[in-house]
């Protein structure tokens, strides 16, 4: 029995002991840990910041704007799932629903990017240095979506509890 004038100390692992905005802030603190040390917000900011830098390549020499448009499409879905990993979104979305379309969005990114590294191989005769320095940062961006797709099998693992 709890003495009056004394908070209740709420188990950090028991789901639903929280209310209210207690609860997101708790949820907020667990979901940015469990992002940040996962490896997923790694991953994601390299891509990103591999994009970014091919993006500002790309824009350096005469391209198709085609890649131009790639790029930043992939620039802004990555930052819009980066969104809801650091606010807790995710939790309020159902349970297969979310690493689902994580795992979707990473092997579409992947198959895009390595599609655009062939489209932009096609359409360009001669191939300049800072050309060539953005289509390899498209292999590495669309290289660590493939990575993030190997950490996100982490959720389909069945819990083997003591039987």
């Not at 789901?15 to 207690?22: D, E, L, P």
């Not at 469990?34 to 790309?58: M, Q, R």
């Not at 690493?99 to 969005?105: A, D, G, H, R, S």
């Not at 979506?145 to 693992?157: E, G, P, S, V």
Request: aromatic letters at 18%; hydrophobic letters at 50%.
């Amino acid at each position: 029995m709890a003495v009056p004038g004394q908070h209740k100390v709420q188990p950090k692992d028991v789901v639903g002991t929280r209310k209210g905005f207690k609860r997101y802030k708790w949820e907020f603190k667990d979901s940015n840990k469990e992002f940040w040390l996962g490896g997923h917000a790694v991953v994601k900011i390299v891509s990103v910041g591999c994009l970014i830098a091919g993006l500002h390549f790309f824009e350096k020499v005469a391209t198709n704007p085609i890649m131009i448009l790639v790029l930043t499409m992939e620039i802004s879905i990555f930052a819009f799932f980066m969104f809801l990993y650091t606010f807790a979104i995710s939790r309020y979305m159902p349970f297969i629903f979310w690493p689902v379309t994580e795992i979707f969005n990473n092997l579409f990114s992947c198959v895009f990017l390595g599609g655009g590294i062939a489209f932009s191989l096609k359409t360009k005769r001669v191939i300049q240095e800072p050309y060539l320095t953005a289509m390899i940062l498209m292999a590495v961006a669309a290289f660590f979506a493939f990575i993030d797709i190997c950490l996100q099998f982490k959720y389909f693992r069945s819990k083997k509890g003591p039987n």
